[in-house]
């Protein structure tokens, strides 16, 4: 799958799941400045202990994401202008059929936009937006039974069309999926994705997607 770029503006990180040593270096240092928040009551062996216990589940659930396909997670390190977003997104790939070809590009959007998905231009790229309001699972970042807003972008890999990308964010917001809070998070998100690009030169066929996350100065 080709490369992709997104301009992405501070708090939000990337954790690379295709390299495995950017992958733990990633978490360790979302973990460190998830830390550097933490109560200044709690002891610093406990909070020693706390960040190895926490990167140690998060590497795990990580490998379990790129095993079933995901390529990229994002999530903010802390708050933006001092409230919590309580989001994040994975960019995934994955081949539905082997045998389809390009022209099957055009019935599946139609398809998705019978089930309520809109169509979104970004850049030239058509891409399919669906929206739900879901229940959280449970994770090691999110507690299980919470409501959050599901925001989905699908597109066929330009050259590729066998290969489907997924960008997929769930927010939790403030708690509510119908108020302001949540609402700006989400607004965040699609604004995210107006950036989106991909990457002309690079190489088509079988091989997972690479990423350029470009920060955002403001």
Known sequence: MSSYALVLPPPWVRIHLQEPDRMRESVRAYVEARARRAPKEIPPDQLAALKVKLQGQLVRQLEESRDGGTIDYYLPSGPLHGVDLNASFVVSSLIPDANADAAQASAVHTLLGAEGATAVVIAGTHWSRSEAVVTTEGDQLVEAGLPARRITYTTAVPG???????????????????????????????????????????????SAPSATAVEATS
Do not use: Y
């Open 160 to 206: 590729d069309e066998r290969r489907w990308a997924l960008v997929t964010c769930t927010v939790i917001g403030d708690g509510n999926p119908d108020s302001d809070h949540t609402q700006l998070v989400v607004e965040l998100f699609d604004a995210i994705m107006t950036t989106w690009r991909w990457d002309p030169a690079a190489p088509k066929g079988g």
